[in-house]
């Protein structure tokens, strides 16, 4: 509730000196806007000195669990080195990264050229939507795991083969989504639009593809996690590079701390691009976020 | 006000009716309608929840079809939504992604009307003024509270001039204080406009207080089950008098007979 007043404050005439007033930085309201980062911080610093500790005084063999600083260590040689030009295998955690991510964004890519058109075309046409829905049903409800050995088998050990299963992973929460907020367009703006003369293509262009794009955004949320569980799932089954690869390669040789190393980059990454899709969604739809501040 | 002009909105034999998606059955929402609102007129319909009101203002914005009979403005057909009228809505219905200068825009926006620019932004500081809102032009509709949001629904529906403003329940969703603010503005935006109103409300307060006439409608199938001259001067919402009256009570108490009788129709179930 006091946010609420908050909100209704920022509307009020600035300039007016009675309105607003200065009341300026206390300690602990200082406190109260950190406090959640300081915490964090010292939580997830405190989590890999006991780590470390562990390692060092638990008599714990480093093959089932490395030294937190070993990890540290093997992400940044990783990530500060990269193969010599002609090498047939990289260690470079950096070159796998790449081809990951590069094959991740390709394949967001993609599914977002296919998944929006498709979803707001079976949102706007009964048909369309009659038509293409057993199939997106049938699709997203299959675990895409199980497509793996095809795709090989299709396209090889290649990255058109990784990237494809990316696409496919990652396309259907975006259509979905797409389709799911043309379909809850709310009725009193449509009725609005068209009191105001709005004819059917405007009620499309101006309520409904509005109304969507946050929709769209968190389909897009959903499909990075989708995403990234494709391109690891495809580079353990089939490739020779790639995060997925390096997993299943540091394991196969023993090499513990590379191998955490690399699901603590994974991680990273994951946050990392779903936390800015939350603030894009945030700055493309305010009023969704101040509804429920 | 010029209420001696012939009708602007006229009414004949009206039936709309909805079918029922599930059991293929159909419900008669209004039966038999017959209407006229003078130009200048504020007509304030009352009646039980789920008697067709809604489905009236709607036929007359051209949003729903008619089943048989008829609705013309102006003597010409309702085929669809038009520019002579506009419509506030309960729930505001703002593009939320829009400021309010581009909310109170947007009529202009979806019909050519032949309005150069330079008028178009006059009209907009116009409304925003006539309403109270000048300096919230960049504002969204998220930071404003309830009551203001409505008054950039009222500006929004006057931008383009219309002869008729169509007002379904706007007020319903707002606290009963800002609510009576509301109410007087209404008045005063209706006597400067000279604007022709028809209102939905549920309150018989509000319907006294703004109507020229009351229509009453009845519960399934709504017919017009009478129609309530009032004859209170204006302005009515600053005037103390109006509501401690004795006539006040006698009309309020009337129109509660006959909304109470329907609504516990209402009640019985159906």
């Known amino acids: 509730m006091a946010n609420k007043g908050q ?10 000196p009675d309105r607003i007033q200065d009341i300026g930085w206390t300690a602990r309201e200082v406190w109260r806007r950190t406090r959640g980062f300081v915490v964090t911080s010292i939580n997830i610093i405190t989590f890999f000195i006991l780590w470390e500790l562990l390692t060092i005084y638990g008599n714990i063999n480093p093959l089932f669990l490395p030294k937190a600083s070993d990890m540290f260590m093997e992400l940044w040689v990783g990530l500060t080195t990269r193969a010599p030009e002609g090498a047939v295998f990289s260690g470079s955690i950096l070159d796998h990264f790449l081809h990951s991510f590069n094959n991740l964004m390709f394949g967001l890519g993609i599914a977002i050229l296919i998944g929006v058109p498709g ?20 699709l997203a409800s299959l675990p895409r795991i199980a497509l793996v050995p095809l795709f090989i088998l299709f396209l090889g050990f290649t990255t058109t083969m990784q990237v494809t299963i990316i696409v496919i992973s990652a396309v259907f929460p975006i259509m979905i989504n797409a389709w799911a907020g043309v379909k809850t367009t709310e009725k009193s703006l449509l009725a609005a639009a068209r009191v105001f003369g709005a004819n059917r293509r405007q009620l499309y262009v101006k309520v409904v593809l509005p109304y969507t794009l946050p929709f769209i955004i968190s389909g897009i949320q959903q499909g990075i996690g989708r995403g990234l569980i494709g391109v690891v799932i495809a580079e353990l089954f089939g490739g020779s590079n790639g995060l997925g690869y390096l997993i299943q390669r540091s394991a196969d040789t023993f090499n513990t701390a590379m191998n955490f190393a690399v699901l603590l980059l994974l991680i990273v990454m994951s946050l990392s691009l779903i936390n800015f899709t939350r603030w894009l969604e945030a700055y493309v739809a305010p009023w969704r976020s101040a509804n429920h501040l | 006000m010029s209420l001696n002009n012939e009708p602007i909105i006229v009414a004949k034999d009206l039936t709309i009716s909805y079918e029922l998606h599930r059991e293929r059955k159909k419900l008669t929402a209004l039966q038999d309608i017959n209407l006229e609102v003078k130009a200048g007129e504020f007509v304030v319909l009352v009646g039980p929840s789920g008697c067709g009101k809604t489905s009236f203002i709607n036929a007359i914005s051209g949003l729903v079809p008619k089943e048989t009979g008829s609705v013309t403005v102006r003597g010409e057909e309702v085929t669809g939504p038009g520019p002579d009228r506009a419509m506030v809505f309960q729930d505001y219905a ?44 960049k504002s969204f509709p998220y ?42 503005e209404m008045e005063r935006i209706v006597m400067e406009t000279g604007q022709t109103c028809v209102f939905i409300t549920h309150s018989i307060d509000e319907a006294i207080l703004l109507g020229d006439r009351v229509v009453v409608i009845s519960y399934r199938p709504g017919k017009v089950k009478e129609i309530v001259d009032i004859n209170f001067p204006r302005p009515r919402m600053s005037n103390s008098e109006v509501k401690t009256s004795r006539e006040y009570a006698q009309i309020r108490d009337h129109i509660w007979k006959l909304v109470k009788d329907e609504a516990s129709q209402t009640n019985r179930g159906e």
């Open chain 1, 7 to 16: 909100q209704n404050a920022q509307v009020f005439d600035t300039d007016d």
């Open chain 1, 119 to 138: 979803g707001l075309l079976m949102g706007g046409n009964k048909y369309i939507e009659a038509i293409l829905s057993p199939y997106v049903w049938a």
């Open chain 2, 94 to 137: 703002l593009l939320p992604w829009r400021t309010v200068e581009s909310n109170v825009r947007m009529p202009f926006e979806f019909q050519d009307l032949g309005v150069s620019e330079a008028e178009k932004k006059k009209r907009v500081q116009e409304c925003l003024e006539l309403v109270d809102l000048d300096g919230f032009e």
């Open chain 2, 143 to 184: 930071e404003l509270s309830g009551g203001m949001k409505q008054r950039v629904g009222i500006a929004r529906a006057l931008i383009t001039h219309p002869d008729i403003l169509l007002a379904d329940e706007p007020f319903a969703a707002i606290d009963a204080m800002t609510r009576e603010a509301m109410q007087a």
